[in-house]
T-cell receptor, first 115, second 111 residues
């Protein structure tokens, strides 16, 4: 399967712990996006990378959140000092090309539960 | 006011029925529009793009009214497999797809 891959699928941790998620986009996709989805809501945009450059960050991405895409391939999303409100599904998506018409392909997501 | 508003449903319809979903968006500068489908505990998947001229893909028809800032999705001859949440999605950006999702409308198709 050459789709977007996310790891882990599920993460359960205690409040205050740090967590890191990984996303492997579709090969050669230069654009990568992170979203967060809570129950009963649609996904919310968090951040966007074009190759290794992080070009846009949502105000939802507080100082406790950091995302990287060091070589323009896989990306990591780290949450420090997790809080109950961080419990959500974290979705990664990738697309190829320039402009705004290329569809985004989503991964299965990482479901985070904070105890 | 939410940027993208949808009726959360659920819409309960029998197999074979025609069902329509509506969506409104608040930002008149929105660039492009989509319907995504999301099954329970799965990732969203692009169903179709929405164009001002309207577009059809099999049993699915999407319409856009820029003047009224309104988007619709029509599903004809509903199948059990159409049961899912349908997300109305708006792209706010010209340089890349900065997608804003509605809360989704849940559809349940029964035998």
């Amino acid at each position: 399967d050459t789709g977007v891959s996310q790891d882990p699928r599920h993460k359960i941790t205690k409040r205050g712990q740090n967590v890191t998620f990984r996303c492997d986009p579709i090969s050669e996709h230069n654009r990568l996006y992170w979203y967060r989805q809570t129950l009963g809501q649609g996904p919310e945009f968090l951040t966007y990378f074009q190759n290794e450059a992080q070009l846009e960050k949502s105000r939802l991405l507080s100082d406790r959140f950091s995302a990287e895409r060091p070589k323009g391939s896989f990306s990591t999303l780290e949450i420090q000092r997790t809080e109950q409100g961080d419990s959500a599904m974290y979705l990664c998506a990738s697309s190829f090309g320039l402009g705004s018409n290329q569809p985004q392909h989503f991964g299965d997501g990482t479901r985070l539960s904070i105890l | 006011r939410k940027e993208v508003e949808q009726d959360p449903g659920p819409f309960n319809v029998p197999e074979g029925a025609t069902v329509a979903f509506n969506c409104t968006y608040s930002n008149s500068a929105s660039q492009s529009f989509f319907w995504y489908r999301q099954d329970c505990r799965k990732e969203p998947k692009l169903l179709m793009s929405v164009y001002s001229s309207g577009n059809e893909d099999g049993r699915f028809t999407a319409q856009l009214n820029r003047a009224s800032q309104y988007i619709s999705l029509l599903i004809r001859d509903s199948k059990l497999s159409d049961s899912a949440t349908y997300l109305c999605v708006v792209n706010m950006n010209t340089g890349f797809q900065k997608l804003v999702f509605g809360t989704g409308t849940r559809l349940l198709v029964s035998p």
